[in-house]
Nanobody, 123 residues
Framework: QVQLVESGGGLVQAGGSLRLSCAAS????????MGWFRQAPGKEREFVAA????????VYADSVKDRFTISRDNAKNAVYLQMNSLKPEDTAVYYC????????????????WGQGTQVTVSS
């Protein structure tokens, strides 16, 4: 089992920045590729970004490319999502997830999920 706890969400104006953190506990963190997903009200959960077990490879959704950066610190058992140039359409609950294989973009491929953190971007 892997337990994931997100933090860092909040209310920010358009154009602002937030940094989300996800703290992991349980099994060896470096054995898991990590992903960030988000879900806005009335919409399906969507992929945001993912990072490989070593941190050497990353993948982003087109909607956040060049604005968001995913990173991880295996010594601290944490994954981060730096979000810059935020837009109102980025408003959602953000979830981190762990996958015991390689980078995936489908939520169904992830084994463990956090409870989410709310990000609200005002216009």
């Amino acid at each position: 089992q892997v337990q994931l706890v997100e933090s860092g969400g909040g209310l920010v104006q358009a154009g602002g920045s937030l940094r989300l953190s996800c703290a992991a506990s349980g099994r060896t963190f470096s054995n898991y590729a990590m992903g960030w997903f988000r879900q806005a009200p009335g919409k399906e959960r969507e992929f945001v970004a993912a990072i490989s077990r070593s941190g050497g490879s990353t993948v982003y959704a087109d909607s956040v490319k060049d604005r968001f950066t995913i990173s991880r610190d295996n010594a601290k058992n944490a994954v981060y999502l730096q979000m810059n140039s935020l837009k109102p359409e980025d408003t959602a609950v953000y979830y981190c997830a762990a996958n015991s294989f390689v980078i995936r973009v489908q939520s169904s491929e992830y084994d463990y999920w956090g409870q989410g953190t709310q990000v609200t971007v005002s216009s």
